[in-house]
């Protein structure tokens, strides 16, 4: 079998599990990369030569520089000035959109999205509006954003560094500048004046109660003498229960304990605050003997009782005292104070009352928190994570497509885009979800950060440009230097730094750079590009441009961008070699059109994040994308070959 056929068999089985999703993208991909070795098409010593691929370097680079800024807090100095836009949503989408597309040029698309996905959702709750109307257009305008620069988006990265083995000369920092920032100011147009029509208007608030439904859920459950709670720790009463209904709090002796840091053993008289639905409450009260709430009748009869002797002690020392003794002024001063007396103590005794009524959810430290794609929770449960016992949380409520999720929580397989209300020490909230790959979506405490730190991270990044604009040194090296430099004065903790490199990501373009190049020495690319030569022989190249657009931009909302990018640059190198053209507009086409993801939530980590919060559905996104899609098509192509000419 021929080598360019075995090729095409790879590349269709690794597409097919792409679509499937049933395993993470870079499994496929390096099950795709052992493949080829196996078959020959790629050489067993330079099986794992894409790991040090001048591209991998550079993205790794950029995502750890990304998280300098973060930590700088050059991102929070933006985000503050965001929330002063006022309640117009024009202007809302105008700033969170526009300041996404700036951000996106100068660190990584992802990271730029996910400092402002929680400002966005602040905006939308301070408003009472709902997250949808602002969400998509900021995860498009990441995608547009990252067009821009060099370091925008790993498909640029690959491109340059693929000019570069094909011309003996990289894309430079700005050589994407002309087209990317005219196709991102025309979709930024198009988005805030009309494209923001086309999104799905979900009737769900951004808060957390209006998601989960949370207070109707929350119980008090007291732990009776006769209870099989009674001498149990809450480990021993989850397996007596055999289901994981979170205790999010204990309450003992008017002191409360969060139900993440309490290991002793429940007493009769404890308080148990639970998320528990009807299902549950029955399940409670037959397995563990647990009854809601205390004794609220008892308690109030007794109220009644004291009130009752309070009063009639009151009226006992008044008709005792002598009428003689006070004058009729002094009467009706006593009389009226105690009216207001009386009056104050039953509005105190209501306000009690009414408290009781409810849940006390205060301190429990509970947070709000998406599944990225990369997160190792994905196609895992509760239990297979061990949640509470590695990381110290408990899983309170999953959202899916913006609503509940009803199913027992120890069932849910968490899928990327799930949000999920989760319960935890404050100290170790942050470390937990960043090891874990969640994006917590609670209101960020902006911070300034430290100023020194502000500008030593602009500083380093500005010198690490003009070493690439200047050719003093290759953008990996430059950035890779400055990402070192960053560690060194302390911009960014090492520990952070590391945490900062997207593994996955690392592991899909090293895997797949040796199977695209299998692709090219198959002969495979050349088959493709003599085929689509064919077709548009009696059209102008313009047209053939136009195809090669469509086909790399369709494979990104089917994979991920990188790999499209990675997939589809020999062919646009084959595509210029047979029409006797220079390979830049050709590439600059696969550059573009690989990071237009638009028309699904899995084409780009950009859409699934903001499809939890935002309640969309997977059909929600073409509506906006399609015609973004067309508009983005319109701009680049005049553009590219005004640029770049043939």
């Known amino acids: 079998m021929a080598d360019s056929t075995l090729v095409f068999i790879v590349l269709g089985l690794t597409l097919a599990a792409f679509v499937w999703g049933r395993f993470r993208y870079d499994l496929v991909a390096l099950a795709a990369l052992l493949g080829s070795v196996i078959l020959g098409l790629v050489p067993g010593e330079e099986a794992f030569l894409g790991f040090g691929h001048p591209a991998v370097i550079t993205v790794a680079?950029?995502?750890?520089?990304?998280?300098?800024?973060?930590?700088?807090?050059?991102?929070?100095?933006?985000?503050?000035?965001?929330?002063?836009?006022?309640?117009?949503?024009?202007?809302?989408?105008?700033?969170?959109?526009?300041?996404?597309?700036?951000?996106?040029?100068?660190?990584?698309?992802?990271?730029?999205?996910?400092?402002?996905?929680?400002?966005?959702?602040?905006?939308?709750?301070?408003?009472?509006?709902?997250?949808?109307?602002?969400?998509?257009?900021?995860?498009?305008?990441?995608?547009?954003?990252?067009?821009?620069?060099?370091?925008?988006?790993?498909?640029?990265?690959?491109?340059?560094?693929?000019?570069?083995?094909?011309?003996?000369?990289?894309?430079?920092?700005?050589?994407?500048?002309?087209?990317?920032?005219?196709?991102?100011?025309?979709?930024?147009?198009?988005?805030?004046?009309?494209?923001?029509?086309?999104?799905p208007k979900r009737a769900g608030k951004a808060s957390t109660e209006a998601m989960f439904d949370t207070a109707n859920y929350l119980v008090e459950l007291r732990v009776g003498e006769e209870s099989k709670a009674n001498g149990l720790t809450l480990r021993e009463l989850q397996q007596e229960l055999e289901e994981t209904i979170p205790v999010l709090a204990v309450v003992r002796d008017e002191t409360r304990?969060?139900?993440?840091?309490?290991?002793?053993?429940?007493?009769?008289?404890?308080?148990?605050?639970?998320?528990?639905?009807?299902?549950?409450?029955?399940?409670?009260?037959?397995?563990?003997?647990?009854?809601?709430?205390?004794?609220?009748?008892?308690?109030?009869?007794?109220?009644?009782?004291?009130?009752?002797?309070?009063q009639r002690e009151a009226e006992t020392g008044r008709a005792a005292e002598s009428d003689s003794e006070r004058s009729p002024q002094e009467k009706l001063e006593e009389q009226e104070r105690a009216r207001k007396e009386a009056t104050k103590e039953k509005q105190e005794k209501k306000e009690k009352q009414e408290e009781k009524s409810g849940v006390d959810t205060e301190g429990l430290q509970l947070v709000e928190a998406v599944v990225r794609n990369d997160s190792m929770m994905v196609n895992r449960t509760v239990t297979q994570l061990r949640l509470h016992n590695q990381f110290g949380l408990h899983l309170v409520a999953v959202a899916r497509d913006g609503g509940r999720l009803k199913q027992r929580l120890r069932e849910v397989r968490f899928r990327p885009g799930d949000v999920l209300l989760l319960?935890?020490?404050?100290?170790?909230?942050?470390?937990?979800?960043?090891?874990?790959?969640?994006?917590?979506?609670?209101?960020?405490?902006?911070?300034?950060?430290?100023?020194?730190?502000?500008?030593?991270?602009?500083?380093?990044?500005?010198?690490?440009?003009?070493?690439?604009?200047?050719?003093?040194?290759?953008?990996?090296?430059?950035?890779?230097?400055?990402?070192?430099?960053?560690?060194?004065?302390?911009?960014?903790?090492?520990?952070?730094?590391?945490?900062?490199?997207?593994?996955?990501?690392?592991?899909?373009?090293?895997?797949?750079?040796?199977?695209?190049?299998?692709?090219?020495?198959?002969?495979?690319?050349?088959?493709?590009?003599?085929?689509?030569?064919?077709?548009?022989?009696?059209?102008?190249?313009?047209?053939?441009?136009?195809?090669?657009?469509?086909?790399?931009?369709?494979?990104?909302?089917?994979?991920?961008?990188?790999?499209?990018?990675?997939?589809?640059?020999?062919?646009?190198?084959?595509?210029?070699?047979?029409?006797?053209?220079?390979?830049?507009?050709?590439?600059?086409?696969?550059?573009?059109?690989?990071?237009?993801?638009f028309l699904t939530p899995i084409g780009h980590q950009s859409n699934t994040l903001v499809m939890g919060p935002g309640g969309y559905r997977f059909g929600d996104y073409w509506r906006l994308g399609l015609p973004l899609s067309l508009v983005v098509l319109a701009v680049a192509i005049p553009m590219i070959l005004l640029v770049w000419p043939l």
């Not at 000369?169 to 990317?180: A, C, D, L, R, T």
């Not at 750079?513 to 085929?531: D, H, K, M, N, R």
């Not at 084959?574 to 600059?588: E, N, Q, R, T």
Request: one cysteine or more; glycine letters at 10%; a negative charge.
């Open 423 to 597: 319960q935890g020490g404050e100290s170790e909230l942050a470390e937990s979800l960043a090891t874990l790959g969640c994006l917590p979506l609670a209101s960020r405490n902006l911070t300034l950060g430290q100023p020194r730190m502000l500008l030593a991270s602009i500083a380093i990044f500005a010198a690490a440009i003009l070493a690439m604009i200047f050719d003093l040194l290759p953008a990996a090296v430059a950035l890779s230097s400055a990402a070192l430099v960053a560690l060194l004065v302390g911009v960014l903790p090492l520990r952070e730094g590391y945490q900062a490199i997207d593994g996955p990501v690392i592991v899909l373009l090293g895997a797949m750079i040796p199977v695209g190049q299998a692709l090219e020495t198959s002969g495979g690319a050349t088959l493709i590009a003599e085929a689509m030569l064919a077709w548009g022989a009696e059209w102008p190249v313009i047209v053939t441009l136009v195809g090669l657009f469509v086909l790399s931009m369709v494979l990104s909302n089917i994979v991920n961008n990188a790999a499209a990018a990675l997939l589809m640059a020999p062919i646009a190198a084959s595509l210029a070699s047979g029409f006797d053209a220079s390979v830049d507009p050709f590439l600059m086409v696969v550059a573009v059109s690989a990071s237009c993801a």
């Open 61 to 199: 680079a950029v995502l750890v520089l990304s998280r300098g800024f973060e930590r700088s807090g050059v991102v929070d100095v933006i985000a503050e000035q965001v929330l002063r836009v006022g309640e117009r949503l024009f202007l809302q989408l105008l700033v969170l959109t526009g300041t996404v597309v700036v951000l996106s040029g100068i660190m990584n698309n992802v990271g730029a999205l996910a400092l402002l996905l929680p400002v966005a959702m602040r905006l939308a709750r301070e408003h009472d509006a709902s997250p949808s109307i602002l969400l998509m257009p900021l995860a498009f305008g990441s995608l547009l954003g990252g067009l821009t620069t060099l370091i925008g988006t790993p498909p640029n990265i690959i491109i340059a560094s693929y000019r570069g083995s094909v011309t003996g000369e990289n894309f430079g920092m700005f050589s994407f500048f002309p087209v990317g920032a005219a196709v991102a100011l025309a979709g930024l147009a198009f988005i805030v004046l009309l494209g923001w029509r086309l999104t």
């Open 257 to 310: 304990r969060a139900g993440h840091a309490f290991f002793g053993t429940l007493r009769e008289g404890d308080i148990l605050l639970m998320e528990a639905g009807p299902e549950e409450m029955k399940l409670l009260e037959d397995k563990a003997g647990l009854r809601l709430g205390k004794d609220a009748e008892d308690e109030e009869k007794a109220a009644e009782e004291q009130e009752t002797k309070e």
